[in-house]
């Protein structure tokens, strides 16, 4: 069974976000690189379907980035991951959703899989819009927000995350899914692991190897940013300065009546 | 005298850089939302070291052959100053942990590193180390405690006092009188705790560290067979020495931890909280403090990470550990004062983090060879014994 992970590589979720407006992208200098938060959940499942199958299951990164943040991506390696192919190619600066996905699954059709998983959302553009997008291009059936996998006899067997509850879906491999952040807390990498991680293979695949030449970056892109605005500013609110604890609970309760909120 | 041409090399490695930032995250989702409680309440986290230990950070300095990753000193104190960056404390306890298990590999014979080693590693048992007394502390040479020939073995008597990671220990690196008086007539013993006779009298109540376990040991008439022996009969005291050197490289590193958290927590709140109409870090009375804190923070890392390297090496110099572990703690103690006094009033309340890295900072000038015994240990190498 080959699994394979999409991973991307993006800046630190707990540090300051900045966009720079003269690109109209996020700032990724200076900043610390991590794996995309939601995608260790789509690992940490990957690994877990491959602890659960055995065999000669085996664990593939998938990411699409500048090499120069080849060292980032050890990470997922030291968690468990068998190996890693790398996307990287400057010409894939600045692609849209379409773009992004388009040159994604034309690697991933090189690579080959038998089930990909995929983090639900990113933590930089938060478009949710890949995964879809993704499946589309490759041809396979897409099941998506899943907290639980199970393989048996070429089907899969999956629990997708409902407002109300849980779907239980089946379907055939090869399958993209998306995972929820209720299929199990990623693992910690261990220090044998990162210790182990360097002796690993990170292959390399650049835009001609998987022939995207005209599609991909702001020229092959579908869509185009044209401004954005940062969100404004709160009001400075309404203070009350009540007589008494009960005059103050009053005034709380008529202005959340006043809102609809209670 | 320092090694110039080799210092001059020291990097930091990807593995390394990993290892930290894997306790960085560590520390942040297994500690961070707990640490305000647990250093109110004097609570020792023990659940905490058999996480550390399934991921093998407690056997981070353990050889490969021993179940350990052998990642060395360089990754070691990259582990505890990111732990100490959010609690001083159980930087501690891995530091003595990992010091003691240095101490077996180094002086143990063969059946007592491969009785401890994978224990100490992967094995969830803690190691604790009791060498002071109520006589003697940096004067480490005129302990009292003492350990008889019975038979093969030996029968141990005395009262330890401060040992770290004592109640929860699984095996201390114990130092016994075995010959005449000072340093020559001092041995090690590796005792398992839950032997007869062997008893927590108490534990310590402290300013800071309060993660970390502190406990009087009672021994009284403890017999232990001939493997409880680390080293040879009047090696204990230079043993004991020697895991000290490495150890000290652990509390440089807890210092610098703790200097690192003073300096996020400073620079956070000089850009947010206002006076006279503007950020206080606008005003140079506190951009200056900052900048020094910076300063000394750099200086301290480098002399930490440095010692490490030339441990790692094989060449350690146990001038420049206590350089290190002399410099960063009075740094950590400095700034840590200086952090306070940035926060103001809020910085006096437990509110905020500071005043515990202002009770935490403390010790790290105190144990495993105060600022004193670290300046005698440096001058000494300059002046020789005169």
């Known amino acids: ?262 | 005298m320092t090694d110039r041409s080799a210092a001059a090399r020291f990097e930091i490695t990807d593995e390394q850089r990993q290892i930290a930032a894997l306790a960085r995250e560590f520390a942040q989702k297994e500690i961070a939302p707990h640490i305000a409680a647990w250093d109110r309440e004097h609570y020792f986290p023990r659940s905490l070291y058999t996480k550390m230990d399934a991921i093998g950070l407690m056997g981070v300095l353990v050889d490969e052959r021993y179940g350990g990753v052998g990642a060395g000193y360089g990754a070691y104190a990259l582990a505890v100053e990111e732990l100490a960056r959010v609690d001083a404390g159980s930087a501690v306890t891995l530091s003595v942990h990992a010091m003691i298990g240095a101490a077996i590999a180094k002086l143990g014979n063969e059946l007592q590193r491969q009785e401890w080693l994978p224990r100490l590693s992967g094995g969830d048992t803690i190691a604790g180390f009791a060498l002071t007394e109520s006589d003697a502390g940096s004067d480490a040479g005129g302990i009292r405690s003492t350990a008889t020939r019975r038979g093969d073995g030996f029968v141990l008597r005395g009262r330890k006092q401060w040992c770290t990671n004592g109640t929860h220990a699984g095996v201390v690196m114990a130092m016994f009188r075995t010959g005449g008086v000072g340093p020559k007539g001092v041995s090690a013993f590796l005792v398992d705790p839950k032997t007869p006779g062997v008893s927590v009298e108490r534990e310590t109540e402290k300013l800071g560290i309060r993660t970390s376990n502190t406990c009087d040991l009672a021994f009284d008439d403890v017999y232990v067979g001939p493997e409880a022996l680390l080293g040879g009969e009047g090696e204990g005291f230079g043993g004991a020495m020697t895991a000290l050197q490495g150890g000290r490289i652990g509390i440089a590193a807890q210092a610098v931890g703790i200097l690192a958290a003073c300096l996020d927590a400073s620079v956070k709140f000089a850009q947010e909280r206002m006076a006279f109409g503007k950020p206080i870090g606008a005003y140079e009375g506190v951009s200056f403090k900052i900048a020094r804190m910076a300063t000394d923070l750099e200086a301290a890392r480098l002399l930490v990470y440095r010692a490490a390297a030339l441990a790692d090496a094989g060449t350690p110099s146990p001038t420049l550990a206590s350089q290190a572990k002399f410099f960063a703690s009075t740094a950590a103690r400095t700034h840590a004062s200086e952090a306070l006094q940035i926060h103001g009033g809020y910085g006096f309340t437990t509110e905020f983090p500071v005043e515990r890295y202002y009770r935490d900072a403390k010790i790290t000038e105190i144990y495993e060879g105060t600022s004193e015994i670290q300046q005698i240990i440096i001058a000494r190498s300059f002046l020789g014994r005169l």
Not at chain 1, 177 to 193: C, F, N, Q
């Open chain 1, 1 to 262: 069974m080959k699994i394979v992970v999409t991973v991307k590589l993006v800046p630190d979720p707990n540090g300051e976000k900045k966009l720079d407006p003269a690109t109209k992208r996020l700032v990724r200098t200076g900043v610390e690189t991590v794996i995309n938060p939601y995608d260790e959940y789509a690992l940490e499942a990957a690994l877990q379907l491959k602890e659960r199958i055995g065999g000669d299951s085996t664990v593939t990164v998938f990411c699409m980035s500048p090499e120069s943040l080849k060292e980032s991506l050890r990470k997922a390696l030291a968690m468990g991951a068998d190996g890693a192919v790398m996307l990287s190619d400057s010409s894939l600066e600045g692609s849209d959703v379409w773009a992004s996905a388009h040159a994604m699954s034309l690697a991933l059709k090189r690579i080959g899989f038998d089930i990909l998983i995929v983090g639900g959302l990113t933590d930089d553009g938060s478009t949710g819009a890949v995964p879809g997008a993704l499946a589309e291009f490759l041809g396979v059936p897409c099941l998506t927000n899943v907290r639980k996998i199970e393989i048996a006899d070429g089907k899969v067997r999956v629990e997708r995350e409902t407002d109300g509850g849980y779907q239980e879906v089946t379907g055939s491999l090869p399958m993209l899914v998306t995972t929820a952040l209720t299929i199990g807390e990623p693992r910690y990498p261990s220090l044998k692991g990162i210790m182990g991680a360097k002796k690993k293979p990170i292959d390399m695949l650049s835009v001609a190897d998987i022939g995207a030449a005209d599609t991909v970056g702001s020229a092959g892109s579908k869509t185009e940013l044209l401004s954005f605005a940062p969100p404004p500013a709160r009001g400075a609110g309404q203070i009350v300065t009540p007589e008494d604890p009960a005059a103050g609970a009053a005034a709380i309760l008529a202005f959340l009546k006043d809102k609809k909120l209670v």
